[in-house]
Every structure is written in structure tokens, then in C-alpha cells.
């Protein structure tokens, strides 16, 4: 799931980036790249490319970041973007949206959940335990 939504996200930047300075940029909009920020509150993902925009466009990378969150427009799964320090966009995931969807591929993928796994029956318990499993 966090790959899908950074792939959006990166699409998302990558078609706002082209349509805004497209034409400055002579058609060839910078690689998009996204980090995870070193701290939650400061969101799941984070780009640096105001900073390589800045560079080409000659304009301040904390201008160019502000009129990049507030132009881009909604992403499907980022609950918004913000211009943060000297120039990045946070992107925050929709976090109700993110772990509901996680909990419909966990449950696809036949993994059982902790309150699943207590509600086995007792002697697939004891099977388990026998053969070496979960023994301390």
C-alpha cells in the first residue's frame, strides 16, 4: 500500500510539475524522488525536487514548494501536502484509508491476526506447541 500511494503521489507531482514550469523547464520536469521524513509528524513521504526546481528556475525553493501544495490538487490516499523547512513537500498519508486498506490485503493474504490466532482451536494450539513451535 505504501508503495501505491507514493507511486501516485510521484505521478501526481510529476504531471502538476510539468503543466506549472513545463515550459520554463524546456519540457523535462527533474526526477521526482520521495524520502521518509525522519520523524511521523512530519508525514510518510517527503520530496526534495523544489530544491532541483530552484536550481533551474532561478526562484526560491520555499516559493516554488507553497505554490506546489497549494496547486497540486487532491491524490487519491494523501490527506494533504505541506511545505515544511527550506523548501520540502510532507505529503500525510489518509491514514483511516491507509490502514483499512492494509487490514483488506492482510486478510487476502490468509496472515492471521493476533485476536484470530487466540480463537484457533485448542488443539491446533497444542499441535503447534508440540512440534516446536512458540516455545520460550
Known amino acids: 500500500m505504501y508503495i501505491t500511494l507514493t507511486k501516485r503521489l510521484r ?8 503543466a506549472k514550469y513545463g515550459e520554463a523547464l524546456g519540457g523535462n520536469v527533474p526526477n521526482i524522488a520521495l524520502e521518509r521524513p525522519p520523524k511521523i509528524e512530519m508525514g510518510e513521504a517527503a520530496s526534495p525536487v523544489a530544491f532541483e526546481l530552484a536550481k533551474r528556475l532561478k526562484k526560491a525553493p520555499r516559493m516554488i514548494a507553497q505554490e506546489i501544495a497549494t ?10 501536502i505541506e511545505m515544511a523547512g527550506a523548501g520540502y513537500l510532507n505529503a500525510y498519508f489518509d491514514r483511516a484509508a491507509f490502514w483499512a486498506k492494509t487490514g483488506e490485503e492482510k486478510n487476502q493474504g490468509g496472515v492471521l491476526d493476533k ?4 480463537n484457533q482451536p485448542q488443539s491446533h494450539r497444542e499441535h503447534r506447541e508440540t512440534n516446536g513451535q512458540n516455545n520460550c
Not at 11 to 18: G, K
Not at 115 to 118: A, K, T, Y
Open 115 to 118: 485476536n484470530e490466532r487466540r
Open 71 to 80: 496547486g497540486l490538487g487532491a491524490v487519491p490516499g494523501i490527506a494533504r
Open 11 to 18: 505521478e501526481a507531482l510529476a504531471a502538476h510539475i510539468q
